[in-house]
């Protein structure tokens, strides 16, 4: 798993618009803030929604400050994903850095 700050993830994006991100927050964090064309899954249901990736797809994971996605990265690559990105400082880091417009909680 490859661990990018909000900055260098934000370049990876736009260098690389196939990846997908996916934010795993619960639904009151989500609907407070989320990245724009994110995909929500709650931590909660990620084992049940799995299948619906592909192994080689790159995917970066998203929460509030990198720890609960860190785990649900390590999760993936633990079930043969090759390409996890871990968003470190979550998506508080991201409103701080890359869009600070975003509310921050």
């Not at 991100?21 to 929500?40: A, F, G, P, Q, T």
């Not at 470190?88 to 890359?98: E, H, L, M, N, P």
């Amino acid at each position: 798993m490859i661990e990018m700050t909000a900055i260098e993830l934000n370049k990876f994006i736009i260098q690389n618009p196939k990846i997908i991100l996916v934010d795993v927050r619960e639904n009151w964090e989500y609907n407070v803030v989320s990245i724009k064309d994110s995909v929500h899954i709650p931590i909660s249901e990620i084992q049940n929604k799995m299948l619906d990736f592909d192994e080689d797809q790159t995917i970066a994971f998203i929460c509030h400050h990198g720890v609960r996605s860190r785990m649900v990265g390590i999760y993936f690559e633990q079930n043969d994903f090759k390409n996890i990105i871990n968003l470190r400082g979550g998506i508080d880091s991201w409103a701080k850095t890359v869009d600070k417009k975003m509310p921050i909680y």
